[in-house]
């Protein structure tokens, strides 16, 4: 898959790119959201809001003033999506959130919600996964729900059963992270992603991700399955270009986001 740049129509506005809903973070994880939130927009869109609990909110418009926010009306964690999801044009939910019982019940209305929402691509990540491993009634998802599980979170998702049938019998993309990342499709396709590398493996990467992701989605693309390919070899592209700079050891999911900057996005996903 070839990466070119993008051209943009200058006759636009930010509003012609898409605007995306982050729901991450938590008092004392924080991080994450901002990473993911930064990660987005670097990826295109042209809107990003977080929401948010209310202790974030200061925190993540020091750290990235070019985010929107919305604030839960819980203090700590996430209680209750934001409303007139619709409004959106991409969501992702999960990094950092944790798995209070009030966030579990928030993130069953949201998966509530979605079913009547169309076209809009969902990214489900990191306790968003874990409070579906809890909670395996709640499959199959509305089409256009993409869950990206590193080892481990399949496992408690889906045991050792092959992620091609899960991916089917449950309609739902499956990004199952590894070295050698491989996409898995509703409707059985496949793709192998070979980019990246093990300085990779690194607190955040994942939140990168899920950022790449949204941007992307929200973008419109005609083909989610394409577009998800592009953001998971996006994601490990800049890795390689990190570790030509600098060692494996020392990259840091912040590194990924400022390199962000010196990658093409493909023009077929408009």
Same mark, same amino acid.
Request: charged letters at 15%; hydrophobic letters at 40%; one cysteine or more.
């Given at each position: 898959?070839?990466?070119?740049?993008?051209?943009?129509?200058?006759?636009?506005?930010?509003?012609?790119?898409?605007?995306?809903?982050?729901?991450?973070?938590?008092?004392?994880?924080?991080?994450?959201?901002?990473?993911?939130?930064?990660?987005?927009?670097?990826?295109?869109?042209?809107?990003?809001?977080?929401?948010?609990?209310?202790?974030?909110?200061?925190?993540?418009?020091?750290?990235?003033?070019?985010?929107?926010?919305?604030?839960?009306?819980?203090?700590?964690?996430?209680?209750?999506?934001?409303?007139?999801?619709?409004?959106?044009?991409?969501?992702?939910?999960?990094?950092?959130?944790?798995?209070?019982?009030?966030?579990?019940?928030?993130?069953?209305?949201?998966?509530?919600?979605?079913?009547?929402?169309?076209?809009?691509?969902?990214?489900? %990540?990191?306790?968003?996964?874990?409070? $579906?491993?809890? /909670?395996?009634?709640?499959?199959?998802?509305? !089409? @256009?729900? +993409? *869950? =990206?599980?590193?080892?481990?979170?399949?496992?408690?998702?889906?045991?050792?059963?092959?992620?091609?049938?899960?991916?089917?019998?449950?309609?739902?993309?499956?990004?199952?992270?590894?070295?050698?990342?491989?996409?898995?499709?509703? %409707?059985?396709?496949?793709?192998?992603? $070979?980019?990246? /590398?093990?300085?990779?493996?690194?607190?955040? !990467? @994942?939140? +990168? *991700? =899920?950022?790449?992701?949204?941007?992307?989605?929200?973008?419109?693309?005609?083909?989610?399955?394409?577009?998800?390919?592009?953001?998971?070899?996006?994601?490990?592209?800049?890795?390689?270009?990190?570790?030509?700079?600098?060692?494996?050891?020392?990259?840091?999911?912040?590194?990924?986001?400022?390199?962000?900057?010196?990658?093409?996005?493909? !023009?077929?996903?408009?």
């Amino acid at each position: 898959m070839q990466l070119i740049i993008r051209m943009r129509n200058q006759e636009t506005t930010k509003h012609d790119y898409g605007h995306g809903l982050l729901i991450a973070g938590a008092h004392g994880r924080m991080g994450c959201a901002i990473l993911a939130a930064r990660a987005a927009l670097r990826s295109g869109c042209g809107l990003v809001s977080a929401h948010l609990p209310w202790r974030c909110v200061d925190p993540m418009q020091a750290a990235f003033p070019e985010a929107m926010v919305s604030p839960d009306a819980c203090d700590t964690v996430f209680t209750a999506p934001p409303p007139h999801l619709d409004h959106y044009t991409a969501l992702a939910v999960g990094p950092g959130i944790g798995t209070d019982e009030f966030t579990c019940q928030a993130l069953h209305d949201l998966l509530t919600e979605y079913r009547h929402l169309e076209g809009i691509p969902l990214i489900l %990540d990191a306790d968003a996964l874990n409070i $579906l491993a809890l /909670n395996k009634k709640w499959l199959p998802l509305a !089409s @256009g729900a +993409v *869950l =990206t599980p590193h080892a481990r979170e399949y496992a408690r998702l889906f045991g050792d059963a092959d992620p091609a049938e899960m991916a089917q019998r449950h309609n739902i993309f499956i990004v199952k992270k590894s070295h050698h990342t491989h996409i898995y499709t509703p %409707d059985g396709l496949v793709y192998e992603n $070979l980019t990246g /590398n093990a300085g990779m493996a690194t607190a955040g !990467s @994942g939140d +990168v *991700l =899920t950022g790449i992701l949204l941007g992307i989605t929200a973008q419109k693309p005609s083909n989610l399955f394409k577009s998800v390919c592009l953001g998971v070899q996006i994601h490990g592209q800049i890795g390689d270009n990190l570790v030509q700079k600098q060692s494996e050891s020392s990259l840091i999911a912040s590194d990924m986001v400022e390199e962000l900057k010196n990658i093409s996005i493909e !023009s077929t996903i408009s």
